[in-house]
């Protein structure tokens, strides 16, 4: 078997043609034999039939004239192509054409009693080279059969023709099977064109030319679909290494910030002669510049295991408007030290699936990033509806808002509005990276809607695990929820 894709295709589609010609010949010899057949019985039949009428008239005029020799039996029976015998009711041979004169016609009893009830035809292969057809007809008197008309035909006419027939197929057959090999060899050659384009983008496509794409034929075909999936698979490989790229660039320069700080506050320290007091300064800057060190590798920790899928999520039905409760206890004191007030709004009951841990991240994230980024004597409001099948936990704020051509990046990784502010108030822009990522993972989404001047509101929405019921807030006395516009 070839090793070429191409030869072996061509291969396969000329011997199945091959086949299917080879199986149409035999069907049609098939057929061909079946007609001439046919036709060769009804043209005996006729003959069988003309005779036995015509010595049925004789018996029939012989019967009235008492004593006279019915005529039949002296007449010349024989016809061109043709043979013909006569034979009574005990198969005795009454008259027979001259060609039969050393060979009669066998009239055992099945011939005669088959034959007595109508036409029947039988092929005789003891008669000569060629095979013989006879058929045997009642000469009816009277309702009575007195004698049985047998009529034969060489079948060697017909022999000859099928002989030919076949000839001129068994001929045709290795023709067609060369043409359509090499047909096949074209055809399959221009068609697999597109997969030959294919493996040599593929062979010379390197990290430093991802770009590159296939020129993919319009026509709409599977191989126009594989030419359009590999162009696109090369665009997501192309983003996946920009993505890794900007990712360890963005990485080495967040943690080489505090690097930097903590190597000049110790060359600060051991330069110069500081007071107890600034010693310790120093080393409560170095802690901290660790200590946002560790939040920064624990989170690239955190993302490499994403990507790899190795982060298993737990599954349980668990009650959402307790998470938001426990959330809101958690960032309350925080946000009245930072002069920002943080309000319940309208909390209705809903079942959900995940994990509880990984959805509390994702609800603390969001409300403290609201009241980090919240300036003071401002507000956040939490809230958490059920519309449509979905339950909506939404975040807004009263801070300064975001323009509108950041929020397309807002969840990319190491993203930053401001890169400067972000960075002063902690940040390194991960938190709504992850957060978006265990949102998916539990099958939801985080919306965003922001105006600049107006706030933010940040909507996590998560599939019901049930249907569920509204139910009257869990505190008296809160605020209405912030809606930003």
């Given amino acids: 078997m070839p090793r070429s894709l191409r030869a072996r295709l061509a291969l396969?589609?000329?011997?199945?043609?091959?086949?299917?010609?080879?199986?149409?010949?035999?069907?049609?010899?098939?057929?061909?034999?079946?007609?001439?057949?046919?036709?060769?019985d009804a043209s005996l039949?006729?003959?069988?039939?003309?005779?036995a009428r015509g010595i049925a008239m004789e018996l029939y005029q012989a019967s009235l004239e008492p004593g006279t020799r019915p005529r039949f039996l002296n007449r010349d029976l024989q016809e061109w192509g043709r043979q013909i015998q006569v034979v009574d009711h005990l198969g005795n041979v009454v008259e027979k054409s001259a060609g039969l004169a050393d060979h009669p016609l066998p009239a055992d009893l099945n011939t005669r009693v088959e034959g007595r009830k109508g036409p029947y035809f039988e092929t005789r292969h003891d008669l000569g080279e060629h095979p013989v057809r006879v058929v045997t007809v009642p000469v009816v008197m009277g309702g009575d059969v007195p004698y049985l008309v047998q009529a034969a035909a060489s079948l060697e006419g017909i022999e000859e023709a099928l002989d030919r027939a076949g000839i001129t197929l068994a001929?045709?057959?290795?023709?067609?099977?060369?043409?359509?090999?090499?047909?096949?060899?074209?055809?399959?050659?221009?068609?697999?064109?597109?997969?030959?384009?294919?493996?040599?983008?593929?062979?010379?496509?390197?990290?430093?030319?991802?770009?590159?794409?296939?020129?993919?034929?319009?026509?709409?075909?599977?191989?126009?679909?594989?030419?359009?999936?590999?162009?696109?698979?090369?665009?997501?490989?192309?983003?996946?290494?920009?993505?890794?790229?900007q990712f360890s660039a963005n990485a080495s320069h967040e943690l080489k910030t505090p690097l930097t700080s903590i190597r000049g506050e110790a060359e600060v320290a051991l330069m110069s002669d500081?007071?107890?007091?600034?010693?310790?300064?120093?080393?409560?800057?170095?802690?901290?510049?660790?200590?946002?060190?560790?939040?920064?590798?624990?989170?690239?920790?955190?993302?490499?295991r994403a990507d790899a899928d190795q982060i298993q999520i737990r599954r349980e039905t668990l009650a959402l408007e307790e998470l938001v409760l426990s959330t809101y206890e958690q960032m309350e004191g925080i946000a009245r030290r930072k002069g920002v007030a943080l309000?319940?709004?309208?909390?209705?009951?809903?079942?959900?699936?995940?994990?509880?841990?990984?959805?509390?991240?994702?609800?603390?994230?969001?409300?403290?990033?609201a009241v980090k980024y919240t300036p003071e004597g401002g507000s956040v409001a939490i809230s958490l509806a059920v519309e449509g099948g979905e339950a909506r936990v939404a975040v807004a704020d009263t801070g300064p808002g975001i323009p509108a051509e950041h929020?397309?990046?807002?969840?990319?990784?190491?993203?930053?509005?401001?890169?400067?502010?972000?960075?002063?108030a902690g940040g390194v822009g991960l938190g709504l990276n992850i957060a978006k990522w265990a949102a998916e993972k539990h099958g939801g989404r985080i919306q965003v809607q922001s105006e600049v001047g107006r706030g933010s509101t940040f909507t996590l929405v998560l599939p019901l695990a049930e249907p569920l019921r509204s139910v009257p807030p869990p505190r008296s006395g809160l605020a209405a929820p912030f809606q930003s516009p």
């Fill in 12 to 40: 396969w589609h000329a011997a199945l043609l091959a086949l299917t010609l080879a199986a149409l010949a035999g069907l049609t010899l098939l057929i061909l034999r079946g007609f001439l057949t046919s036709r060769a």
């Fill in 45 to 51: 039949l006729e003959y069988a039939d003309q005779t």
């Fill in 171 to 245: 001929l045709l057959t290795p023709s067609v099977f060369v043409v359509a090999l090499l047909g096949g060899w074209l055809l399959v050659g221009r068609s697999l064109r597109t997969v030959d384009a294919i493996t040599r983008t593929a062979l010379e496509i390197e990290h430093t030319n991802l770009d590159r794409r296939i020129d993919a034929p319009a026509a709409g075909d599977e191989l126009s679909r594989l030419a359009s999936a590999f162009n696109e698979m090369i665009a997501r490989l192309d983003r996946s290494f920009r993505q890794v790229q």
């Fill in 274 to 304: 500081l007071t107890p007091e600034e010693h310790r300064r120093v080393l409560r800057s170095i802690v901290d510049e660790v200590e946002r060190m560790s939040a920064i590798v624990e989170n690239l920790l955190l993302l490499a």
């Fill in 343 to 369: 309000d319940m709004g309208s909390l209705e009951e809903a079942r959900v699936e995940g994990d509880p841990l990984w959805l509390g991240q994702v609800l603390l994230n969001l409300v403290a990033n």
């Fill in 407 to 424: 929020l397309p990046h807002l969840f990319d990784r190491f993203y930053r509005v401001d890169s400067g502010r972000s960075r002063d």
